[in-house]
């Protein structure tokens, strides 16, 4: 009996230790990259995730970056306004850096559209400049004079991009009322994509009762950036809603969650509509094109160089090979970071789905490759749900944790299920209140009860002790 009790008890101590040392369902690989990469789980808190990023290196080129405050990228040419020695600059992938632009005030924003012109932002002087391909000045875009850019408004570029249809748009410390819009000739049309004010329960207790308030100033837009269809996005200095995308109506359409402690700098589009955001600490936002969180990493270190670590992020963008291009005002360095193979299925995945084809063997490889990543599961149920699987599909919003996705396919199978046995039950229905009529008219002709109505007396006459 002693040895059969120490061999349970044997048995059940390696199994405690085997179920102790097994990884869960949801562990994720370590990566060298010198931050953790988390994405939305199930429950819809952040989990770990595989290294969506890992650090590839510094772009080398022979000058120094002084103070860096904007980048383009176009073509792989990445155009830099190299606020500190008042220059515009291009670096090309292989590390070869032109000088554009020279004689500067304060270069604060760059961008180049589709005619190879370029808009610099500039601070300093207090102008919007236009140069053609050849880099001759064709226009300096001054304080507007127009009696709605407002009597007391201030000009003070900082950011400058432009949209379909030639529509130039500028970002201004102090533009309260938005972001500026130029036609192509320099002309002030007005402002769009204003920030929504937050008013406190106080405050709003004592317009109720009439009080004479303060206006509510509302937080300038700093940093944006424009879409291929032509929708504006812009990052602002403020905790409600930082990052936030208007259509052309000026109305937010889309204002991602955002877990940065500190305010984000700069704003990305890429050509398949995900969004990149990158805080001043140097925390990385990728998000699809509507809003869910991919991918969220990065660390800030002002005292040590580390690859993949940062001095003061101050842009982001992203190469032809979907690569993460960060410029590090702190240092003056452009770092890299190199896509990783879980990343690029999560992006063929989605340039699919954009494309208005679900393919559920994508999403089940990257399943297997992460079965936590709530977005997967959330695509393969959508595609169950189109192709009318609406149990399958079920089962997957269940396990993404998508209750508006689990609502509408519940719905469709208790309609399929009503559909499929409504006309049964309803003839059920009529045979029994038809075999109900029949008995009754019977008893009442022969009283076929009598029988039961008569048991039914003798066990009333009967007494429960």
């Given at each position: ?8 008890t044997?048995v059940?101590?390696?199994?405690s ?12 690989v ?5 931050y ?16 969506a ?23 792989d ?10 220059r ?5 992938l ?21 005619n ?9 002087l ?8 050849n ?13 709605i ?11 400058v991009?432009?949209g379909?249809r030639?529509?130039?748009?500028v970002?201004?410390e102090g533009?309260?009322?938005?972001v500026m ?7 002030f ?15 709003q ?36 809603m ?5 259509n ?23 050509d398949?509509g ?6 001043e ?25 580390i ?12 190469d ?6 960060i410029?590090?005002?702190?240092r ?9 193979e879980f990343t690029?299925?999560?992006?063929d995945?989605?340039r ?26 959330s ?9 009318a ?8 919003y ?9 609502s ?9 299920f ?13 045979a029994l209140g ?6 009754k ?25």
């Amino acid at each position: 009996m002693k040895k059969i009790w120490i061999l349970v008890t044997t048995v059940i101590l390696l199994l405690s230790t085997i179920i102790f040392i097994l990884p869960k369902t949801h562990s994720v690989v370590v990566s060298s990259a010198p931050y953790e990469t988390y994405t939305i789980g199930p429950e819809g808190d952040l989990v770990q995730t595989q290294t969506a990023y890992e650090p590839a290196g510094i772009l080398s080129f022979n000058d120094t970056l002084l103070n860096p405050d904007d980048m383009f990228i176009k073509d792989d040419l990445i155009y830099i306004a190299d606020t500190g020695n008042k220059r515009i600059v291009r670096i090309d992938l292989d590390g070869n850096i032109e000088v554009l632009i020279t004689n500067l005030g304060e270069p604060t924003g760059v961008h180049v559209d589709d005619n190879n012109y370029i808009y610099v932002a500039d601070r300093g002087l207090r102008v919007v400049q236009i140069y053609d391909d050849n880099l001759n000045l064709l226009n300096n875009i001054d304080r507007p004079s127009e009696p709605i850019f407002g009597l007391n408004a201030p000009f003070v570029p900082l950011k400058v991009s432009s949209g379909p249809r030639g529509v130039i748009y500028v970002t201004g410390e102090g533009s309260v009322s938005g972001v500026m819009q130029f036609n192509r000739y320099g002309e002030f049309l007005g402002y769009l994509a204003t920030n929504p004010t937050n008013k406190s329960f106080y405050r709003q207790i004592l317009e109720f009762f009439n009080q004479d308030l303060a206006p509510i100033t509302p937080v300038s837009p700093h940093n944006l950036a424009i879409d291929e269809k032509g929708s504006i996005f812009t990052t602002s200095k403020t905790s409600m809603m930082p990052v936030k995308k208007y259509n052309i109506a000026s109305r937010i359409v889309l204002s991602p969650d955002y877990y940065g402690k500190t305010f984000p700098s700069a704003v990305f589009v890429n050509d398949f509509g995900n969004i990149y955001v990158v805080s001043e600490n140097g925390l990385i936002h990728e998000y699809d094109t509507t809003g869910n969180l991919l991918f969220v990493f990065g660390e800030e270190d002002a005292t040590n160089e580390i690859l993949g670590v940062f001095s003061g992020a101050q842009d982001i963008v992203v190469d032809s090979n979907y690569n993460i291009i960060i410029l590090d005002r702190g240092r003056g360095q452009l770092q890299l970071l190199e896509r990783s193979e879980f990343t690029a299925r999560v992006h063929d995945g989605l340039r699919s789905l954009n494309q208005g084809l679900y393919n559920v063997a994508e999403w089940e490889d990257i399943l297997r490759m992460n079965s936590v990543f709530a977005l997967a599961n959330s695509v393969i149920a959508r595609t169950y749900y189109r192709t009318a699987d609406y149990e399958t599909a079920l089962d997957y919003y269940m396990i993404a944790q998508d209750r508006a996705g689990y609502s509408d396919a519940f719905w469709q199978v208790r309609n399929n299920f009503l559909q499929q046995y409504l006309g049964m039950f309803l003839s059920i229905g009529l045979a029994l209140g038809f075999l109900y009529f029949v008995l009754k008219a019977l008893d009442k002709k022969y009283a076929i009860y009598q029988p039961l109505r008569n048991t039914q007396a003798k066990l009333d006459e009967v007494k429960i002790i």
